[in-house]
C-alpha cells in the first residue's frame, strides 16, 4: 500500500504557518480512509506512505541531519547490526527535534490510533531504540522482532513509524526495508528507503524485519531515518504472561550470527536491575 501526494511546493520556500510541521488535513484523509487496508496488509498490518510530510520540512531535517563523524552516534557493530543512533534529544539539531516532538503530540498519536485500530498509544519522549538512524557503506541490519518492553517506562511495544531522508537512492544501492513472514522463509515485502517515504507498522514477537544485506551505496552516502516507536499500557498479569524480551534476531535461510554481548546480558538480567544499570549509563 503506497500512497501519493497530489500537490508539490516550490523547495526555496519555508514552511508557512498554516502549513506546520505535521499534515493534518492529510492525516485525517489517511486515517479515514486506510485503516482497514492497514489491517489487512501482509505479512502484518503496515501501510507505506509517500510524500506524507510537506517536503520543505523534510529538506530541512536533511539539511542539519548529523555527519557520519559527529561525536554523539552510539556505534552498534557486531555481525547482525552494523549502525549509528542517536537518540539523545540535546544531541539532535534543533529543527528535526521539533518534529521528533510533533510525531509524538496527542494529535499525531490519534492519528495513528485511527489508523492501526491501537486504541491509548503514548509516545516514547526517550527515544529509546529510536531517534535517528544512519548506515554507512557496509551497513546493515538483521531481520529482527523489536524489543517488546520500554526500558524505562515498562509500557508494551505496538508500533513503528520509521521516516526515510535518502535522496537519489537507488535500487541497487540495496538498504531495502524487508518484512518477513512469520516462518523466516522469505521476505513478502522489499521497500526501498526513499526521500519522504514513511512505513508504519504493528509490532509483535514475529513481526519480523530489517535491512540485512550490507548497503552498496558509493562512498561518502548513507542511509538516513528518524524512527519513532510506541507503546501502550497493560495489566500486571498481562505484562507477566507474556514476558519480557529483548530484540529477537532471526537467521535467514542459510546464515548464522551470535548473539552480542550485551544482548545476552540484557536476557540474563532481571528488568529490575536492567533500568538501574541502563539510567546509569552500564547497560
Known amino acids: 500500500m503506497t500512497m501519493s501526494a497530489s500537490g508539490t511546493h516550490s523547495k ?8 506546520e510541521l505535521l499534515p493534518y ?4 484523509q489517511i486515517a479515514e480512509t486506510k485503516a482497514q487496508e492497514y489491517a489487512a496488509a501482509a505479512p502484518y498490518p503496515h501501510i507505506v506512505i509517500d510524500d506524507f510530510f510537506d517536503a520543505r520540512v523534510l529538506e530541512r531535517v536533511l539539511a542539519e541531519f548529523p555527519s557520519k563523524n559527529d561525536k554523539n552516534w552510539d556505534t552498534h557493530d557486531w555481525p547482525a547490526e552494523i549502525k549509528l543512533q542517536s537518540k539523545s534529544e540535546r544531541a539532535v539539531p534543533l529543527y528535526t527535534r521539533q518534529l521528533l516532538y510533533a510525531m509524538n503530540s496527542f494529535g499525531f498519536l490519534q492519528f495513528l490510533e485511527r ?20 548506515i554507512v557503506p557496509g551497513g546493515k541490519l538483521g531481520i529482527h522482532a523489536d524489543f517488546n518492553r520500554h526500558n524505562y517506562y515498562n509500557f508494551d511495544r505496538r508500533l513503528n513509524a520509521l521516516v526515510y531522508l535518502n535522496k537519489n537512492w537507488k535500487d541497487e544501492y540495496g538498504g531495502h526495508f524487508e518484512m518477513w ?23 509483535t514477537s514475529d513481526s519480523y524485519h530489517g535491512h540485512p544485506d550490507p548497503l552498496t551505496c558509493p562512498q561518502g552516502m548513507t542511509r538516513k531515518s528518524m524512527a519513532l516507536y510506541y507503546y501502550t499500557v497493560s495489566s500486571a498479569a498481562a505484562r507477566e504472561q507474556e514476558g519480557r524480551h529483548s530484540t529477537l534476531f532471526q537467521a535467514r535461510p542459510g546464515e548464522k550470527f551470535q548473539s552480542s554481548a550485551k544482548q545476552l546480558a540484557r536476557d540474563l538480567t532481571p528488568p529490575a536491575l536492567w533500568r538501574i544499570l541502563s539510567r546509569s549509563g552500564k547497560g
Open 115 to 134: 489508523l492501526t485500530g491501537i486504541p491509548k498509544l503514548l509516545g516514547d519522549p526517550e527515544y529509546e531504540g529510536g531517534g535517528l538512524h544512519q
Open 12 to 19: 526555496s520556500e519555508a514552511p508557512s504557518a498554516s502549513e
Open 25 to 28: 488535513a492529510r492525516m485525517e
Open 181 to 203: 513472514d512469520k516462518s523466516m522463509t522469505k521476505a513478502e515485502k522489499k521497500i526501498l528507503p526513499l526521500f519522504n517515504r514513511m512505513v508504519i507498522f504493528t509490532t
